[in-house]
C-alpha cells in the first residue's frame, strides 16, 4: 500500500482531486500508477480529515494517511502540540501509537521516543511516515502495551497512553471498558515513568476516572475553540491533592484556570438576579467542574445553584468565556412574552437550566437565527425569566 500510494504520480493525482467525492472516485477506472480506486478513495478520504485535522502533515509530500477509525481517533496536531509544549523530557513511550501522531509531536520535545502499536499495517505506516517527516530517529515497535510492558527494562520520564474507546464495536467513554485497561496497568506503568499521560473521551465523568484510576496528580481538561477535545489524566507517585487545569485554545493564544476539588467544594459562592452583565465560561471551564470557583476568582455571583452562568453590576474584564450586556429581563410567563419588543429580528437563543431547548424556544419567540442579539431563557433564583443581551 505504502509504495502504490507514494508514487509521484498518485501523490500528484491525490492533490489535484483533494475536493472531489471519495464516493465517486471509487467508481472510477484507469486511475495512476494501477493503484485501486478503493485504495485512492480511502486515501482521498483520509486527507479530506486531514485538511483541518493535520495541516502540516497535508503539506508534506510523501505522507500516507491511516484509513477509518485511526484517522478518525487520532489527535489533532493543535492537542498533540499542546502535549509537546507541556511536556519535555530525555525519554518517552507512546504506547497506543495509532496513527502515530502524538507520538511524532512529543518526540520534538524528547531526545528518545518509542512507538508502540499492536497493528503491523499501522507501525508499517507510521514508521514511513516518520520518515518523511525527519523523525526516523523514533523505534517502532510491534507490540501490545501490555507485552511491551513485561518486555521492556527501561524507565520513561513519561508514558503516553490513549486507550481504544471503541473495544468491543461499543463506543466506551469511561476506562473500565477501554483496551488496555488503564486501570490494572497502573502499578506498572508508575513503575516504568516518572509521569503517566491518560488521554479521555471529552465525554468522561471526571470524578469518575479520578476514582478508577487513583494515582491522578492533575486533570488537564483541553478544549479548542470552545470544544472541549481532550480529558487528559496526570498520574504519578505524588500524594497531594488533585489539580484541575481548564486549558482554552483559541487563536494560537492559551488561557488556564488552575483550581484543586478541595478549593470547588468548600467555594462560598453569592447568588443573586441578572444583573448589568452576565458571563457564560468556557468549556473547559464547564467541563471541568469549577463552577464556583471561577465566580470567586472574578467577584461574580451565580445566577443559581443549577445555572452555571454569572452576574455583576460592572464590567469584569477578561473573563474567560462571553460576556453579554444585559438589556432587559422578563418573566417567563404569557404577559411576559407579550411584553417582549426586541430590539432585533434575528438573534441567538440559548437555553440554560430552562424547560425549553433552545430551538424550542426560538420557535416560540418566532425569531431567526442571527448575529444581532442574545435571547436568553434562564432559571434564576426568582424563577424562569428572559433575558435579552447582547455580547460585549
Known sequence: MIEALSQPDVQAFLKAHATDSPAKLALQKNLPGGV?????????????????????????DGIIFPHGVAMEQCSSETTAAWKAS??????????TGGA?????????????????????????????????????HLQVV??????????TSDHFDLIYIDPDRRAGHKRAI???DSTPDVVQLMPELLTRATTVLIKASPMIDIQQGLRDLGSVSRVLVLAVNNECKEVLFVCDSSNGPVEIEAWQVQGGEETALRFSLEE????????????????????AITKSGAY?????RYGLKKLHPNTHLYTSVTLVPGFPGRTFRVLEV??????????????????HVMSKNFPLEAAELQKRLKLKEGEEGFVMGLTVGSGKVLVVAERV
Open 174 to 176: 469511561g476506562f473500565s
Open 264 to 283: 470547588e467544594a468548600s467555594a462560598g459562592v453569592s447568588f443573586g438576579e441578572p444583573e448589568a452583565y452576565i458571563y457564560d465560561p468556557n468549556v
Open 330 to 347: 422578563l418573566p417567563f410567563s404569557s404577559k411576559g412574552l407579550k411584553r417582549l419588543k426586541l430590539p432585533f429580528t434575528k438573534a
Open 100 to 136: 502515530g501522531v502524538d507520538t511524532f509531536f512529543l518526540s520534538r520535545s524528547f531526545a528518545r521516543g518509542v512507538y508502540v502499536e499492536a497493528d503491523a499495517e499501522r507501525c508499517e505506516l507510521a514508521s514511513h511516515n516518520f520518515g518523511v517527516l525527519g523523525a526516523a
Open 142 to 151: 510491534q507490540s501490545t502495551a501490555e507485552a511491551f510492558l513485561d518486555n
Open 292 to 296: 464556583k470557583t471561577v465566580a470567586i
Open 86 to 95: 507541556h511536556y519535555s523530557g530525555v525519554s518517552f513511550a507512546d504506547l
Open 36 to 60: 485501486s480506486a478503493s485504495l485512492l478513495a480511502s486515501q482521498l478520504k483520509a486527507r479530506q480529515k486531514a485538511k483541518d485535522k493535520l495541516p502540516s502533515w497535508l503539506s508534506r
